[in-house]
């Protein structure tokens, strides 16, 4: 079945530093990606999404590039800020099988320190 | 924003008592799902809700599970008769539609069965 490989946490970062998490699928069809960003306290958030091979999602200075070669979408962001610590899930939906849920990552926790 | 609530955000059951998770929805959505996260491992679809049925359902959505939408607002998930693995982060989350253009879900009810 599909599945999501999360980079394994949790993270700690310092301010301004380049963030990259890993993540890759294994999918029958042809997923759209997405990542999700819980805040403490707070409900998953979509973060951004690509939906075809090579699609750039961004958001909040995050970007991620839908890879179908290395099935891949990993998320990069250039300069974190303190207000970047949460928990980040790599998710995909597979359209073909007509799916309406999501296959999620076990989720990383990216804390930044000042 | 709008926002998914869920209630109680917290709650302590004892194995073998039944349970009812609460949600509500954001008004104009149609697609109601129930997520779970045990702790330390990935999110996991429990099933998706329209129209006023079930649309899927995971393997783990057994007969001990049940889903309902009382009053147009609300929306619920039942556990019957709880065990301890049922322990986890329950996520409530609604949309619009099922393309995935903007999923939204609620803060989470940790439920811990003793």
């Known amino acids: 079945g599909d599945s999501v490989t999360q980079m394994e946490g949790p993270v700690t970062l310092s301010e301004e530093a380049f963030l990259t998490i890993n993540c890759t699928y294994t999918a029958t069809g042809y997923p759209s990606l997405f990542w999700y960003v819980q805040y403490p306290g707070e409900g998953l958030q979509l973060l951004l999404k690509?939906?075809?091979?090579?699609d750039k999602g961004s958001n909040k200075g995050f970007e991620a590039t839908y890879r179908k070669e290395t099935t891949s979408f990993h998320l990069e962001k250039g300069s974190v800020q303190v207000s970047d610590s949460a928990v980040y899930f790599c998710?995909?939906?597979?359209?073909?099988?007509?799916?309406?849920?999501?296959?999620f990552g076990q989720g990383t926790r990216l804390t930044i320190n000042p | 924003e709008p926002e998914v609530t869920q209630t109680p955000s917290h709650q302590v059951t004892q194995m073998g008592q039944e349970v009812i998770l609460r949600c509500v929805p954001i008004?104009?959505?149609?697609?109601f799902y129930w997520y779970r996260q045990i702790l330390g491992q990935k999110v996991e679809f429990l099933v998706s809700?329209?129209?006023?049925?079930?649309?899927?359902k995971s393997e783990i959505f057994d007969d001990q599970f049940s889903v309902e939408r009382p009053d147009g607002s609300n929306f619920t998930l039942k556990i019957r008769s709880t065990k301890l693995e049922d322990s986890a982060m329950y996520f409530c989350?609604?949309?619009?539609?099922?393309?995935?253009?903007?999923?939204?879900f609620g803060s989470g009810t940790q439920l811990s069965v003793l």
């Open positions: 809700f329209y129209n006023n049925e079930i649309s899927e």
């Open positions: 008004s104009n959505h149609l697609y």
């Open positions: 998710a995909l939906s597979d359209q073909a099988q007509g799916a309406q849920k999501l296959v």
């Open positions: 690509a939906t075809k091979a090579d």
């Open positions: 989350a609604s949309s619009r539609d099922p393309l995935w253009e903007k999923l939204f």
